[in-house]
């Protein structure tokens, strides 16, 4: 699970991180911004414990389970306060919007003097 | 995807299949018994083609699409009309139960002559 697999798509207007969760629910998720433009994506995949120690026998253990955590260094342009998040299907989608772009500066007119 | 991992458990009246299968609903899913004790579980996960068209680009591209296939053959104590398949945050879990155990064979008593 540590190393669970990420797609980042750009729209024009946001970036989407796209997170394959199986079996997680949404409080099993952590979604934080960290050092001002680090997206930090992490959970936990637990077995049932109890269930371990009862009448069950595991044939075939492949699905791992354990903490596991993404990071993603934003770009500048990214409204930090306005992402969100959503898990659905046990896929977690993450979308950031991007600010809008920087006005264009206005062509300076230098007067030019008669000598 | 065709490698999305599979844990096998045994109860003492059933065995459970539980397979990663983020992003997929239960019509991309198909679950079949096939030459009597084989169990088939197939999928498939696409993406959203419609979108590839359009203004998106993509930064990171690390979760798998496409076809995907796990066989499994059966035990012989497996009750095949009962399976079933449930699908949920992106994990499936098919149930096969066990048939009841055959009733032991009483002594047969013989009878003694009396030569």
Do not use: H
Not at 24 to 49: C, F, P, Y
Request: charged content about 35%; some cysteine.
């Amino acid at each position: 699970m540590a190393s669970t697999p990420v797609d980042v798509k750009e729209y024009p207007n946001s970036y989407v991180f796209i997170i394959d969760m199986p079996g997680l629910k949404s409080n099993d998720i952590k979604v934080q911004v960290e050092d001002e433009n680090v997206l930090n994506i992490s959970g936990e995949r637990k077995r049932n414990e109890k269930e371990e120690e009862g009448e069950v026998k595991y044939i075939r253990m492949e699905r791992r389970v354990g903490k596991f955590m993404r990071k993603f260094t934003l770009p500048a342009d990214c409204n930090l306060e306005a992402i969100s998040a959503a898990c659905q299907d046990g896929v977690l989608t993450v979308t950031v919007p991007k600010l809008p772009p920087p006005e264009p500066k206005k062509p300076k007119t230098i007067e030019v003097k008669i000598g």
